[in-house]
């Protein structure tokens, strides 16, 4: 079975930074690639960007450039993505999903558990 | 870049066939066949339903169909059931390897 789990939820300070991590298991790593995407509380989904497992390449959301970074451990099977600078608008459950690594695939087949992360003062 | 558009609510009864749709561009959904529809349930993660238009993942329902015409896709569900209310999310490649989600969509059956 292909399961893919979270860590745990978060609570930062404004302008501090935050890692979400994704592991997985029941599947090979490396054939498939990570989207991420976050859910503001009562809002809709809304697409960070993906990496791929195989060469590492990454493509963010334009807005997020700067201070969003996604990154794999092949040797672990998690992905991780990371969030600096943070506003008290990024808190939302941030959500890991796979997806086929082909360019333009946005089926997003299996989703982790989602993390909370809230900033706060 | 904007959000693509869906209906804030629809409604139907058991039973009844109700469609979402969603309206993009023809710098996405107008010009790519890579279009996804998810169902969320309230606290959990979302489910795919749909890819590649009219795709249905192994284990979804036959009664989860989709379509597609001009810059508009649509998310077709047949024999309402209970279970089936949540919200619908689409998504579209956008041709610059970034991917748009629409608004979402509210669906009550009544």
């Known amino acids: 079975q292909i399961h893919l789990v979270q860590s745990g939820a978060e609570v930062r300070k404004p302008g501090a930074s935050v890692k979400v991590s994704c592991k997985t298991s029941?599947?090979?790593?490396?054939?498939?690639?990570f989207a991420w995407v976050r859910q503001a509380p009562g809002q809709g989904l809304e697409w960070l960007g993906w990496?791929?497992?195989?060469?590492?390449?990454?493509n963010y959301e334009q807005s997020f450039q700067g201070r969003i970074t996604m990154t794999t451990d092949t040797s672990a099977n998690t992905a991780y993505l990371e969030l600096k600078s943070l506003r008290s608008d990024d808190t939302a459950i941030y959500y890991c999903?796979?997806?086929?690594?082909?360019?333009?695939?946005?089926?997003?087949?299996?989703w982790g558990q989602g993390t909370l992360v809230i900033v706060s003062s | 870049q904007s959000a693509l558009t869906q209906p804030a609510s629809v409604s139907g009864s058991l039973g009844q066939s109700i469609t979402i749709s969603c309206i993009g561009t023809?710098?996405?959904?107008?010009?790519?066949?890579?279009v996804s529809w998810y169902q969320q349930h309230p606290g959990k993660a979302p489910k795919l339903l749909i890819y590649?238009?009219?795709e249905r993942p192994s284990g979804v329902s036959n009664r989860f169909s989709g379509s597609k015409s001009g810059n508009t896709a649509s998310l077709t569900i047949s024999g309402l059931q209970a279970e089936d209310e949540a919200d619908y999310y689409c998504?579209?490649?956008?041709?610059?390897?970034?991917?748009?989600f629409g608004v979402g969509t509210k669906l009550t059956v009544l």
């Open positions: 998504n579209s490649y956008t041709g610059i390897s970034t991917v748009l």
């Open positions: 023809s710098s996405d959904i107008g010009i790519y066949n890579f």
């Open positions: 590649d238009v009219t």
């Open positions: 990496v791929n497992t195989h060469n590492d390449n990454t």
């Open positions: 999903a796979r997806k086929p690594s082909f360019w333009g695939a946005t089926n997003f087949d299996y």
């Open positions: 029941g599947y090979t790593f490396t054939t498939y690639s």
